[in-house]
């Protein structure tokens, strides 16, 4: 069946996803997805998708746990159920604006827990980018100099190694190396971990930056903001939206020289005001 990307109404894709499923699985039943889901009511799933009932975020969630999405699609689902859902006509434009931009969502290669590794250690992710822009001839040590800050020639390429292993890269007939699939995503609980591992290594490394790169070949940037928790998810989904048009941008990019890391963080600075009451905290 078609991807949930070229979706405008999650219904329609509802109904279309209990078709295929029946067809291929005679014993699928709306009773099954609601066990998957963690739902209650064995009818709830022909009720949404007929229009009697709607998704509220908990449900959205336990939808998209069932239907097995990927972190991205999961994005997509959600901003679609509240774009359909949504009452006034700015918010449906500000959920419209998010699923515009990830109609182009690129092809993705799900990872299991036992290739932690690939991001467990912060390089293999450099050097899967940077194999593909430099011929490096077998020549090991150019790769490690490469990467900054620099590793050693036997970790470069045992990662490289990794890489062909997990079916990440691949090596044409002429001895370069080319990615096998375009993105890269973590649906286990043990990959996710190395995920964090691997994005605290790289805020590490960015606050390294603001040091060892003048400011033309580095953008370090932030703002400040009150927001209240649907914010947080609008804003969320914003981030989203936003990855994945640079991803669409970069893959127009044809005179690629060098890798870049991208982080973003939407993290609080503050703790909520209803939470020093329960503490015990004075506001004297």
Known sequence: M????????????????????????????????????????????????????????????????????????????????????AKTGRQKQEYYAVLRSMENAKSEKALDADQYDYFSTWYNVVIRELVTLVDIRGDYKLLATLVQPSITAHEAKASVKLLLKLGLLRKRANGRFEQVDTAITARSGVATLAIREFNRKMAIHAVAAIENFPRDERSMCGVTIGISPAMYEIINAEIAAFKDRIVTLVSRDEESERVYQLNMQLFPVSRKHDSLAKEGVSEE
Do not use: C, H, W
Not at 17 to 31: A, L
Not at 36 to 59: C, H, T
């Open 2 to 85: 078609k991807a949930i990307f070229e979706y405008y109404d999650y219904r329609g894709f509802l109904r279309d996803y209990y078709t295929y499923k029946k067809s291929q699985n005679r014993y699928f039943s709306y009773r099954f997805f609601a066990r998957e889901a963690g739902i209650k009511s064995p009818v709830f799933f022909k009720e949404v998708a007929e229009g009697k009932k709607n998704l509220s975020r908990s449900m959205i969630e336990k939808f998209s746990i069932a239907l097995k999405f990927s972190e991205r699609e999961a994005t997509y689902f959600k901003n679609l159920v509240l774009f359909n859902q």
